[in-house]
């Protein structure tokens, strides 16, 4: 499939993933929201991407929200399907066995606020603004918004945000959890590649067993989770990885990890 609305770049072991449609503010319509599905099957597949960094072009939003000019004849049946096409692929990107940074400038609203919710960290510029404009358009937020906003930031803030259809600017969406920091604009995507690649400098598998836990404990109850945190610490001491980061610390040596 020939990608027309996303870029894929590879620099080391990280990936940058670039919406890019900046005259519609990098808007998701369907064709967008499939190319980032096929994406996903190269992020998932090729092994030597350990961190992958989701950014949007241009200098004015991150994603300013699912295609409105697309939405706004739709019946029943199409409003779910398309639902349920952004819901699979953000709950792809929120599976997959990677980490995954959204790098946030500008507009991050709809779809773009719940994308950047799928990802697993968010760095913002003092530029961004976040919200789920959705009741002001007549729908609800449709791509994990009315689930996700509430686990990050909690029920209360969550309804408030989208009853009122507010802008939250990068400040507030520090203070209340919904980013994990806030940059200067010019320093975004080094601050991503930074942690990007200092999260590939670790071991891959633990890494991703790590996400996997964390994703799958907040399911469940503290019993059920803490045994998949025993599952995932015990299938650890199967990887080359594990015997090579404690080789290399009982040696007083740096160690050299190799995704296995
Ligand atoms: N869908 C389609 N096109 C969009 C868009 C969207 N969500 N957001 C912006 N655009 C387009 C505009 O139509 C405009 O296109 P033209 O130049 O062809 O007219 C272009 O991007 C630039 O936008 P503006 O001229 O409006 O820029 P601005 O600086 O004046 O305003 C803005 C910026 C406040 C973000 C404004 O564009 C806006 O309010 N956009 C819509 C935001 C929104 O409501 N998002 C939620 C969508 S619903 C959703 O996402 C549902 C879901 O959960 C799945």
Redesign the pocket.
């Known amino acids: 499939m020939e990608l027309k609305n996303v870029i894929l770049e590879k620099e080391g072991n990280i990936a940058i993933v670039t919406i890019n449609r900046p ?3 990098n ?3 369907s064709e967008t929201l499939k190319e980032l599905d096929t994406l996903v099957d190269t992020l998932e597949n090729d092994q030597d991407i350990y961190s992958v960094i989701i950014t949007g072009a241009g200098d ?2 991150f ?9 706004k004849d739709l019946n029943t049946m199409e409003g779910r399907s ?2 349920i096409l ?1 819901n699979r692929v953000f709950r792809r990107i929120e599976n997959l066995e990677k980490p995954v940074i959204a790098a946030i400038n ?2 991050a ?6 994308l950047a919710m799928a990802c697993d960290i968010r760095i913002a510029t003092q530029k961004a ?1 976040f ?4 009741v ?2 007549g ?7 009315t689930q996700r906003l509430a686990r990050h930031v909690g029920i209360g803030i969550s309804k408030e945000i989208i009853f009122t ?1 507010r ?1 939250v600017k990068a400040d507030e969406a520090l203070r209340i959890g919904l980013v994990n920091k806030v940059v200067e604009v010019e320093k975004l995507m080094e601050e991503a590649k930074l942690m990007a690649n200092t999260i590939a400098a670790n071991a891959p598998i633990a890494v991703k067993l790590s996400k996997v836990a964390i994703n799958r404990g907040m399911q469940c109850d503290i019993d059920t989770a803490l045994m998949y945190e025993a599952e995932t610490f015990g299938q650890c001491f199967s990887t080359e990885d594990q015997k090579e980061g404690m080789a290399a610390f009982v040696e007083r040596r740096d160690k050299s990890f190799k995704n296995k």
């Open positions: 005259k519609a503010l808007a998701l319509n004015k939003a994603i300013a929200g699912a295609d409105i000019t697309e939405m398309f639902s952004g500008g507009f609203l709809g779809g773009g606020c719940e603004k919200g789920q404009p959705e002001g358009l729908i609800t937020p449709g791509f994990g918004g259809s802008m």
